[in-house]
């Protein structure tokens, strides 16, 4: 390996190698990113509620304002 000083003087030859290897490094870290973001993505579980809307009804307000499950008052019999 050849040893350079700092002030080296880098040929065309050298300045396109190191755009070369830069480009490169890029793309492969952007390869990288897309491919965590797309893993999260498809591993996340929906941010919405499925039951939102029915919790919404088994909810009401009671007389002073507490909250009342109205599925508490279900008789002994198992669902």
């Not at 700092?6 to 490169?24: A, H, N, P, Q």
């Not at 973001?37 to 579980?45: D, N, S, V």
Request: aromatic content about 10%.
């Amino acid at each position: 390996m050849i040893r350079r000083s700092l002030s080296y003087e880098w040929t065309e030859e050298d300045l396109r190698m190191c755009s070369k290897w830069r480009r490169g490094i890029a793309v492969f870290y952007g390869c990288m990113a897309l491919l965590v973001f797309a893993l999260i993505a498809l591993t996340k579980p929906p941010s919405f509620a499925p039951n939102e809307a029915r919790d919404r009804q088994t909810w009401s307000a009671g007389s002073q304002g507490e909250r009342i499950d109205r599925n508490t008052h279900v008789s002994g019999k198992a669902r």
